[in-house]
């Protein structure tokens, strides 16, 4: 893949370009963020620098830097394979692509090449995007908040709105996103046992607190939404945004148990964990310590 910088000059010109006519609304703000979330050679501190450009117009003379500066870096035809392979990718993330957008994605790729007419494509092709990636909405006061929580809103909907999970309404939120994250790992092999729900669930009472009712409720929940299909990296964005770096390096740990509560930690397992570490900005290192914590004889994935 291609080296941090030039993913960091991608990104920036992708969020210029997306707000090319001055006016983006918060829906496709935040499609725009879940797009730029998913590159995972963007680190922490970058995340945390790509915000101000996420929130705001882009200025023209800005823009121009961008682009240039990014032009400058795809000097070779290696460097333009990288660039199309990025945006490729990306823009498969919710599973379509359209014929109409490859032509967008050829373009913008002989736009590279030749120096002029890369914002204007860029433009397009992440217009096509963010519209389609909204239409991806559930029913709700506020769809956004819905596709970014949907394990929250259904617990709150099972349970009633009254202090559903006795707990502050963002620590409440918080652990729900993490019992998707583990469900997610309980069924990267396309199957969740039960003794997996069951470490879901104990890993509910003993880090943030739940009582065993409603531990029980929070991971068949979660579980029913890993199954059915979620989001993983809206999911990690939310995780990610909600909790402190000591937070999310522990919480890899927690993956690791919940990974090793059934038949051994599996291959598509720790694959499933390495993606999340990766989406959580989690140091390459402290998830090496992570995986360690399980017995070697454990750990089929190595």
């Not at 703000?29 to 922490?44: H, Q, T």
């Not at 333009?80 to 957008?101: H, K, N, P």
């Not at 409603?214 to 909790?243: H, M, N, P, W």
Request: with cysteine.
């Amino acid at each position: 893949m291609a080296d941090k910088d030039f993913v960091l000059t991608l990104a920036k010109v992708m969020i210029a370009a997306a707000w090319a006519d001055g006016d983006l609304e918060q829906g496709e703000i935040n499609a725009l963020k879940d797009l730029i979330f998913r590159l995972p050679e963007v680190g922490g501190d970058d995340w945390l620098h790509l915000q101000r450009y996420l929130e705001r117009p882009v200025e023209p003379p800005e823009a121009h830097r961008m682009i240039a500066e990014l032009q400058a870096r795809v000097s070779s035809e290696e460097e333009r394979l990288l660039a199309r392979q990025a945006l490729s990718e990306l823009m498969q993330a919710d599973g379509v692509f359209e014929a109409e957008e490859r032509e967008m994605l050829e373009e913008v790729q002989k736009a590279l090449s030749a120096g002029s007419g890369l914002f204007g494509g860029l433009s397009k092709l992440l217009g096509r995007w963010i519209g389609r990636r909204r239409e991806v909405v559930a029913e709700g006061p506020d769809p956004e908040d819905y596709l970014r929580n949907v394990i929250y809103h259904d617990v709150v909907a099972r349970m009633g709105e009254e202090n559903q999970l006795d707990l502050p309404p963002e620590q409440s939120r918080k652990l729900c996103l993490a019992a998707g994250l583990m469900a997610q790992v309980a069924h990267a092999d396309l199957d969740v046992s039960e003794t997996e729900k069951q470490a879901i669930s104990r890993a509910l009472r003993e880090h943030w607190g739940l009582n065993e009712g409603q531990a029980e409720l929070v991971a068949e929940i979660s579980c029913q939404k890993a199954t059915a299909g979620i989001d993983l990296a809206r999911l990690s964005r939310g995780f990610y945004e909600s909790t402190e770096r000591e937070e999310r390096e522990a919480f890899i740990v927690t993956l690791f148990a919940v990974a090793n509560s059934a038949n051994l930690t599996a291959n598509e397992e720790i694959d499933r964990i390495r993606q999340i570490s990766n989406y959580l900005r989690v140091p390459h290192q402290r998830y090496l310590e992570a995986k360690l914590t399980i017995p070697r004889d454990d750990r089929r994935g190595l």
